[in-house]
């Protein structure tokens, strides 16, 4: 008799049964309240009825066509599409499965175009669990444990996360800059460094977002030497930050994107996006896939940017986030170091009376919430980070509610 592998461990006891919006329901009815989206997945909610309609018609059309044999017309019109919202230059779009596989795809074209072997990523990035990507990640020890050797040629700058150093943001941002100056002259050459992968917010590592002086000296330095400055929006895309793109808080241009999660309302579908110049220098015969571009997902992730657009759930993040983390903040209690986010991105940082990661409480704050109807769950490199992000189409009764159970909780823990 087969069963599920044991190390696939559930954050809460749900057995879902269907559901709706913001709201999941299991098999005895019971309803809760759902601030995790599939991990910023169902952007649009669960099941919205556009997004249901375009997949149940695309179904009984064409399931599968294999995108380096036939092309079809859901994944023609997606690319049209996508080319009304990603960023200026960004003109040429890849399609892949995984957030992984958009990642992994976006090292391959800056070691191609560039012909250096190297890539930088900052302290505290997820970037994925193949390979590669976990090679990338620096969000904890358990991505990428395990399976050594790791891929070489993947070196380490610190993010500014000021929390963390004990600084303010101006030190911290200047402490990382300083740094990875240091790295160039010492460990990688800029002559040999082909990237920068960086998350406008640490996802994985802790919901941290950057800020607009740390990501110009990015750009600046990938400038100077040619460099690739690649942004992973795999869990900042499509409006989960308050704008369209996590990068665009800070006034900053990308040379690549990597985007997944919340394109297709969770449908399995990612990508990648560059400038028609750079896509054009990948080597012929790097890019494929089986199910890359899938016929089902393209049409899902077209009824999904139609919903975006028609609800203005952009502007609904931005505003639902600041009630968010507004609420948050004026909630915490002394077991909470730290609130920060951007959008709906909110992280709840619980340390001890000295300081330290309070791991233990984190973890039973999120498991009571559960408990009380409101699923979340945690980050951070010690786990104890509880995050909020809920789907698009949140309400601002939704999030009062959510808050009001959040109380409730920390009252307890």
């Known amino acids: 008799m087969a069963t599920l592998s044991p190390h696939l461990r559930q954050a809460t006891p749900v057995v879902v049964d269907h559901a709706s919006g913001c709201e999941v329901f299991d098999a005895d009815g019971r309803r809760y309240l759902d601030f995790t989206a599939g991990i910023g997945v169902t952007s649009t909610g669960h099941c919205h009825p556009t997004v249901v309609a375009a997949a149940q018609q695309q179904i009984g059309k064409l399931i599968h066509g294999q995108y380096t044999t036939v092309m079809h017309r859901p994944m023609l019109d997606l690319v049209a599409r996508l080319g009304d919202v990603l960023p200026d230059g960004l003109d040429s779009v890849f399609f892949a499965n995984s957030g992984s596989e958009a990642v992994e795809s976006a090292l391959r074209l800056a070691r191609q175009v560039t012909g250096r072997p190297n890539v930088v990523v900052f302290h505290g990035g997820f970037h994925g669990r193949t390979v590669a990507a976990a090679s990338m990640t620096t969000s904890g020890t358990r991505f990428s444990a395990g399976f050594s050797p790791l891929m070489a040629g993947v070196h380490v700058a610190p993010f500014p996360n000021a929390y963390r150093y004990g600084w303010d943001e101006a030190q911290a941002t200047e402490f990382a800059l300083q740094e990875l100056d240091y790295l160039l002259a010492t460990i990688s050459s800029p002559a040999e460094t082909a990237a920068f992968v960086v998350e406008p917010v640490l996802g994985e590592g802790g919901y941290v977002p950057g800020n607009t002086a740390f990501f110009q000296g990015l750009r600046e330095?990938?400038?100077?030497?040619?460099?690739?400055?690649?942004?992973?929006?795999?869990?900042?895309?499509?409006?989960?930050?308050?704008?369209?793109?996590?990068?665009?808080?800070?006034?900053?241009?990308?040379?690549?994107?990597?985007?997944?999660?919340?394109?297709?309302?969770?449908?399995?579908?990612?990508?990648?996006?560059?400038?028609?110049?750079?896509?054009?220098?990948?080597?012929?015969?790097?890019?494929?896939?089986?199910?890359?571009?899938?016929?089902?997902?393209?049409?899902?992730?077209?009824?999904?940017?139609?919903?975006?657009?028609?609800?203005?759930?952009?502007?609904?993040?931005?505003?639902?986030?600041?009630?968010?983390?507004?609420?948050?903040?004026?909630?915490?209690?002394?077991?909470?170091?730290?609130?920060?986010?951007l959008g709906l991105m909110v992280g709840l940082e619980f340390t001890t009376a000295d300081g330290r990661p309070d791991t233990e409480r984190a973890s039973a704050a999120q498991k009571l919430a559960a408990e009380k109807g409101l699923l979340m769950l945690t980050c951070g490199a010690h786990m104890n980070v509880v995050r909020m992000i809920p789907a698009l189409v949140i309400s601002a009764e939704q999030v009062a509610e959510g808050l009001a159970i959040w109380s409730d909780v920390l009252a307890e823990v």
């Open 221 to 341: 330095r990938a400038d100077a030497h040619g460099i690739v400055l690649v942004f992973d929006e795999i869990q900042t895309g499509f409006g989960r930050t308050g704008k369209y793109f996590g990068h665009q808080h800070f006034g900053v241009r990308p040379d690549v994107i990597t985007i997944a999660k919340g394109l297709a309302s969770g449908f399995p579908l990612s990508g990648m996006a560059t400038s028609a110049e750079l896509m054009s220098k990948v080597w012929p015969g790097s890019q494929g896939g089986t199910y890359g571009g899938n016929a089902v997902a393209c049409a899902a992730a077209l009824a999904t940017l139609e919903v975006i657009e028609a609800e203005g759930l952009v502007d609904n993040a931005a505003t639902r986030g600041q009630e968010l983390i507004s609420g948050a903040r004026a909630s915490a209690t002394a077991a909470i170091g730290d609130v920060r986010g």
